[in-house]
């Protein structure tokens, strides 16, 4: 067969002459992927890419993003059109189960989710053990990690309906443990969640209601809040999928996998981005000082970056991005107020975006640069932003751990490494480094001495 028909890429070692071929996968939308899992094997050498921009872990049926064009699908529905259709939980359904639901199968999912909403009472002293001024992002890491604890009647994870049970139990509790983490840092009672209100409503009352006021939710507050959420639900392989995708690749049980992707999204560099994006416009002030911060963000020796600006993969806008800023305009509008770092991102959106720096290096608006004017709106306190995100891309990843536990091709997740270390060294004895003489040292599995200073 022509070397132009073979659906294959061919390697040559120019320094040995080696040549070998590597079959090529193609998907449905998108790059190909070149089958290097026999490289080591073949040619004795590892490929090399920090940060895996060009690495594909994995295939998957879940998220489509095309970074060139700005789009983004959840089981190729675009996100514009999931956004203006449908609900979080309709989306929690079809990234589940792969096809949008019938009625009778929403009410069955929703029935699920709202009756699993509630924590075992014993999770209250695992808040409780927290100092009261703990980020709410270290309470969900661990609270989200001991919930393995109180299944262990649904913890096999090659049986089905034990993956089904832990997906629902982890997206219908999620909002009612960020909730209590807000309330345990108010020192107030937390709210139980309701099962007459829907997902996001029923977050908003835990979070702002008391047993001495009676919290009324804002139908707007709740629409936006669904919003964000449905616009956070899922995202391809970014750095807390695969973390929760290599923690279960173990064989973990899915909440320690959660939990394991929960410490990997609050790191600024990603979903840590909404909190450090609302510091950075409170910290710009007015609209004024917005070229200071531009030029200190194209300074290379200046550590400083445009929070919520840049992605590994759009290098276009972020559909996501686009959709959050028209609702919180819209939100800004009908709730006839203005918030002046709205204005700030706004502008600093114009002037970066006209700046040959950001242009050239294709750097845009990414989904948490206008996420958080929402949440200010909403009253959602800055260091819980992150905790939504968390709450939202729940569904993602037990649906990429789901994906990940199924694949027949599934190994453990064991990434090689160059190694540029010492070639190889001696032991030196303590003598030549500088002990005393009669120094002794106590360690297991030599002869015990008492460890004595002359
Ligand atoms: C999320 O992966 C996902 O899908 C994540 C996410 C999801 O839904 O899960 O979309 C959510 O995490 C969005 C990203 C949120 N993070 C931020 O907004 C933090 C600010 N952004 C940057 O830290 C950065 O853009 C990243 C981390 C998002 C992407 O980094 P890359 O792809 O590794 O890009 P890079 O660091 O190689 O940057 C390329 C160039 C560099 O300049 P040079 O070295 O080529 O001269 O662009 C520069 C960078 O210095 N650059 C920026 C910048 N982002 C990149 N310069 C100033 N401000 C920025 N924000």
Not at 65 to 84: C, T
Not at 326 to 338: I, R, Y
Not at 437 to 451: D, H
Request: glycine share 8%.
């Amino acid at each position: 067969m022509p070397d132009s028909h073979r659906k294959t890429v061919t390697i040559i070692n120019n320094e040995t002459g080696q040549r070998e071929e590597f079959p090529i996968i193609g998907g449905t939308r998108g790059p190909a992927g070149v089958d290097i899992r026999q490289l080591y094997q073949k040619m004795g050498m590892f490929t090399y890419d920090p940060g895996f921009k060009s690495t594909a872990s994995c295939s998957s049926e879940i998220t489509f993003i095309d970074g060139e064009k700005g789009v983004l699908q959840y089981r190729g529905y675009p996100v514009e059109q999931l956004a203006e259709h449908t609900c979080y939980l309709e989306v929690c359904y079809l990234l589940l189960n792969g096809e949008l639901p019938t009625e009778t199968e929403f009410g069955h999912f929703h029935n699920m989710i709202t009756t699993h909403s509630m924590v075992n009472e014993g999770l209250k002293d695992f808040i409780r053990g927290f100092r009261y001024d703990a980020h709410p992002m270290a309470i969900l890491v661990g609270v989200v990690g001991a919930l393995s604890s109180f299944y262990h009647d649904s913890l096999d994870i090659h049986d089905l309906r034990h993956q089904e049970i832990s997906a629902h139990r982890l997206i219908a509790k999620m909002p009612t443990i960020a909730a209590a983490a807000y309330k345990y840092s108010l020192g107030q009672p937390i709210v139980y969640p309701s099962n007459d209100l829907c997902y996001s409503e029923n977050f908003l009352t835990m979070m702002f209601s008391s047993p001495t006021q009676r919290y009324e939710v804002n139908p707007l507050h709740a629409r936006v809040l669904d919003l964000l959420f449905l616009l956070h639900a899922d995202h391809e392989q970014n750095a807390s999928t695969s973390t929760v995708r290599l923690a279960g690749s173990s064989l973990a049980n899915p909440f320690a996998a959660v939990s394991a992707g929960i410490g990997a999204l609050w790191g600024p560099a990603h979903g840590g981005a909404n909190e450090a994006v609302v510091r950075m416009l409170e910290e710009i002030g007015d609209v004024k000082r917005i070229p200071e911060f531009v030029a200190r963000a194209k300074d290379r020796n200046d550590p400083f970056r445009l929070n919520g600006f840049g992605h590994r993969v759009y290098k276009n806008y972020d559909p996501r991005a686009r959709l959050v800023r028209d609702a919180a305009h819209d939100l800004l509008e009908q709730s006839k107020t203005s918030d002046p770092i709205f204005e700030i991102a706004l502008r600093l959106e114009e002037i970066a975006l006209e700046d040959d720096y950001f242009v050239s290096k294709k750097l845009y608006p990414n989904v948490d640069f206008y996420s958080g004017i929402i949440y200010r709106e909403i009253g959602i306190p800055l260091n819980m932003f992150t905790v939504l995100f968390a709450v939202a891309r729940t569904v993602g990843w037990i649906a990429q751990w789901r994906e990940m536990i199924q694949d027949p091709e599934r190994v453990i997740g064991r990434p090689r490494q160059v190694y540029k270390g010492p070639e190889h060294k001696d032991y030196t004895p303590t003598e030549e480094r500088g002990f005393h003489a009669n120094c002794q040292r106590v360690c297991p599995g030599r002869p015990t001495a008492k460890w004595s200073r002359s």
